[in-house]
């Protein structure tokens, strides 16, 4: 079935290491999301965010989009999809002209976009964000317009998000081959900060912990904007690693303990609580049965969530998360399902700690956990306005080269949208 014209749907595609998922939604009059089908499907091609097997990869993304077709009654042609990789660099590029005292016009905002233009070099990557994030003027942050003030000086900063090329083309082209167009590769932060982060929060200062399968992504919000992520290759799938090895059972039955008897938290009862553990060959080879405390599970767990979370202090030290700014954190992505996760990170991080889940009316149920805040997050980002500043000066179906004239076009026509 096409879509009905004069429709315009969006398409969300999150393809992680352990899951793809994807969303139909048809944006309202007031920009809010009415979810018309979700799908999802196991994935066994990627690895740490990275695509490792491109059939494997197609093939759930093929079976993940054409559930939420079915679901929504209606055929898509492009996404937004979310990129978790490593490698994402997240840079403010700051430049400066001289006005004289008089008034700002539009000339004036030309040549610092010229300007700010010539001073991006993405050096061979991959350039997937570059946004208008602040003008100031003499020194006076925070302005949205300056065109017709008069100034001495005008600044504008430009938020640039880049990232290695290979593992970008390789997801393009696993979406291309599931016949699907690419309107966008989006940094996953971007995504997830979108769908479980306040404005308030985001405008104040926040830290987002996303915790997936193979890959924790954490990034800071300040100002409204993303100004600096880190992405370590470590998630919820190590944990499941350790269970399975350490009791010599299978990663589906480690998966299971994991979610039913794990916590991140301890109680005294959790000597006597007692766990049978189905053992890797079947009973009929004569294995036994398993037994034992899930005060065991718990310390296997918490071991591997010890260096996750020295991990995630390092970085969020690194990236300057601290002082008065540094208020919250805010876990999220399946791993933070963990019972007890929020009390543990707020107990090691020393700072306030909540599991956010989008916040996007409408997911079903199957679909609301924090898991799919990415998800939601690119739903919400292709139906938001900086979708048509970003998409201004076309290549609809491709993926932004991010270098060369093509990419200054486009950035340079996404600013004068801007003012
Ligand atoms: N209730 C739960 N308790 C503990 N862990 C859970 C729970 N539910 C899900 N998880 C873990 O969350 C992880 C999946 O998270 P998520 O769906 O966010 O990952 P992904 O997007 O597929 O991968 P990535 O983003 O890392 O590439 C799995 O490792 C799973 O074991
Ligand atoms: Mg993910």
């Known amino acids: 079935m096409p879509q009905p014209p004069g429709r315009k749907l969006v398409t969300a595609l999150d393809i992680g290491s352990s899951k793809v998922s994807a969303l139909i939604a048809e944006p309202g009059e007031a920009g809010e999301l009415r979810i018309l089908g979700t799908g999802q499907r196991e994935s066994r091609g990627v690895k740490r965010g990275y695509v490792a097997d491109m059939e494997r990869t ?53 040549n610092l976009l010229i300007a700010g233009r010539d001073s991006i070099n993405p050096e061979g990557r991959i350039l997937l964000h570059a946004l208008p994030a602040l003008y100031t003027l003499d020194g006076l942050q925070g302005v949205k317009k300056p065109l017709g003030l008069h100034a001495d000086k005008l600044t504008v900063d430009i938020h640039v998000i880049s990232t290695e090329p290979s593992p970008v083309r390789n997801l393009d082209l696993c979406v ?38 193979g890959v924790t992504n954490v990034s800071v919000f300040a100002g409204g904007m993303l100004v600096g992520l880190k992405s370590l290759p470590i998630g919820g799938i190590d944990i499941t690693d350790d269970i399975a090895s350490a009791f010599g059972t299978r990663r589906v039955e480690a998966e299971r303990l994991k979610c039913f008897y794990g916590s991140a938290t301890t109680s005294p009862r959790d000597n006597h609580d007692m766990i049978d553990i189905a053992p890797i060959a079947g009973a009929e080879e004569g294995a036994e049965t398993t037994r034992i405390t899930r005060a065991q599970l718990i310390a ?32 999220t992505g ?15 991080l020393g700072r306030a700690v909540r599991v956010g889940r989008p916040k996007l009316p409408g997911l079903p149920d199957a679909h609301s956990g924090p898991a799919f805040t990415t998800l939601a997050g690119l739903a919400l980002f292709a139906a938001s306005n900086e979708l048509d500043l970003r998409r201004f000066g076309g290549n609809e179906k491709g993926t932004r080269k991010g270098e060369g004239e093509g990419m200054m076009q486009r950035l340079i026509s996404l600013f004068k949208s801007n003012y």
Do not use: W
């Open 58 to 110: 197609e093939a759930a993304i093929r079976e993940a989009v054409e559930q939420a077709e079915r679901i929504a009654g209606t055929n898509v042609e492009d996404a937004f999809v979310g990129y978790s990789a490593g490698g994402l660099v997240s840079t403010v590029a700051s430049v400066e002209v001289g006005i004289g005292g008089r008034k700002i016009e539009k000339s004036d905002i030309d």
């Open 176 to 213: 291309r081959s599931a016949h699907l167009g690419v309107s966008a590769i989006v940094a996953s932060p971007v995504a997830a900060g979108r769908a479980c982060l306040s404005e308030e929060e985001r405008e104040l200062g926040v830290a987002l912990v996303e915790m997936g399968a």
């Open 300 to 331: 296997i767990i918490r071991q591997r969530l010890e260096q996750l979370m020295d991990e995630i202090a390092q970085a969020l030290k690194d990236l300057g998360f601290a002082g008065p700014f540094g208020r919250q954190v805010v876990l």
């Open 334 to 348: 399946g791993a933070s399902e963990l019972k007890g996760m929020a009390d543990y990170a707020q107990g090691v």
